[in-house]
T-cell receptor
């Protein structure tokens, strides 16, 4: 799985968009970008994933650059409950066979300020 | 999304006792579950991979005789911390992949179990 680099921490004002960057310059063509987050003292929560195209769901948007070497997770209207550590993980996905573990880096601590 | 539960959410025990933590997939069957450990202000570290009907696979440095894993059914994996010591105090988290997730390979995590060994 490709290595990712994220800033250790970011602040965002409540109600504003939170843009969390992730660099994955060694990503290969069959690797997906996944985002998870972990609120304090809880298990990680899946947010979104993508391969090439930008993706959007009810939680967030994922913008992947054309060369796929970096991506940005966007929380359009951050709330205090979005304060968490956000993990960007790059890995090959497969629909069959045994599941594989996730390798977590240090992530980005997002603090949403009132 | 799929739901994974853990029980108990919090446990305090005396040094030398054993503690069992359960991980259940509530609305899907998981042939594989993962057990992670997380120390304060640190990231999650994989301890072992639990395979239904076969032996678990442990990561380097994790003692298989101390952290017993049983994956007896497609919806339940248990982690037993034997002869617990204060250094085993940590946040234990399990995860499972929904086989119906297709190519997304998304994993779902339990809420975690906070173990404190006195």
């Amino acid at each position: 799985d490709a290595k990712t680099t994220q800033p250790p921490s970011m602040d965002c004002a409540e109600g504003r968009a939170a843009n969390l960057p992730c660099n994955h310059s060694t990503i290969s063509g069959n690797e997906y970008v996944y985002w998870y987050r972990q609120i304090h003292s809880q298990g990680p929560q899946y947010i979104i994933h993508g391969l090439k195209n930008n993706e959007t769901n009810e939680m967030a948007s994922l913008i992947i650059t054309e060369d796929r070497k970096s991506s940005t997770l966007i929380l359009p209207h951050a709330t205090l409950r979005d304060t968490a550590v956000y993990y960007c993980i790059v890995r090959v996905a497969r629909s069959s066979g045994s599941a594989r573990q996730l390798t977590f880096g240090s992530g980005t601590q997002l603090t949403v300020l009132p | 999304g799929a739901v994974v539960s853990q029980h108990p959410s919090r446990v305090i025990c005396k040094s030398g006792t054993s503690v069992k933590i359960e991980c259940r997939s509530l609305d899907f069957q998981a042939t594989t579950m993962f057990w992670y450990r997380q120390f304060p202000k640190k990231s999650l570290m994989l301890m072992a991979t639990s395979n239904e009907g076969s032996k678990a696979t442990y990561e380097q440095g994790v003692e298989k005789d101390k952290f017993l894993i049983n994956h007896a059914s497609l919806t339940l994996s248990t982690l037993t911390v034997t002869s617990a010591h204060p250094e085993d105090s940590s946040f234990y988290i399990c995860s499972a992949r929904d086989p119906l997730a297709g190519v997304s390979d998304t994993q779902y995590f339990g809420p975690g179990t906070r173990l404190t060994v006195l």
